[in-house]
């Protein structure tokens, strides 16, 4: 899936078995391969060894790619429970506060959200689909509440 406009040399893979990997390959990822920092590059650049990160509380992890590959391999997960996001759309901290006190002249806003892991992982959706589900579900919410 293309997630953004920047990051066209790196990929990054969602997943929602972060604790099936960890257990498939022997724990926290104790032994690095040769070319792995063990930091926080969990994307595709991961060389085996890093093991996914959680994502908050989301129930989402990123990276692991080895370990997932391996745990598909094995049949201990499904290669469908996997989504990797070509490119990505970065904000600091600053710029997303901004964005979520700003309305556009539709009414529009922008809105932080909290979705299920398998919503975020769904294959269905091609690029955008899911953010105008979401978008159309929270307005029908909306209107509900003004009712």
């Known amino acids: ?15 929602c078995h972060g604790e099936k990997l960890a257990a498939s390959s022997g724990g926290s990822g104790g032994s690095s391969s040769e070319g792995d920092s ?29 370990s997932a590959m391996d745990a598909a391999d094995d049949g201990i997960v499904s290669p469908d429970d996997f989504k990797f996001f070509f490119n990505y759309v970065q904000f600091t901290d600053n710029e997303i506060e901004g964005m979520l006190h700003m309305e556009d002249s539709a009414g529009d806003a922008w809105m932080s959200v909290e979705v299920p892991p398998d919503f975020v992982l769904n294959g269905d959706y091609g690029r955008g689909e899911a ?17």
């Open 131 to 147: 953010w105008t589900f979401l978008r159309n579900r929270i307005q029908q919410m909306l209107k509900q509440d003004e009712i």
């Open 38 to 66: 063990g930091g926080g590059d969990s994307g595709t650049h991961d060389s085996g060894g890093t093991p996914p990160s959680p994502i908050g509380n989301s129930g989402l992890y990123e990276g692991g790619l080895q």
């Open 1 to 15: 899936f293309r997630g953004g406009d920047a990051g066209n040399d790196s990929a990054l893979l969602l997943h």
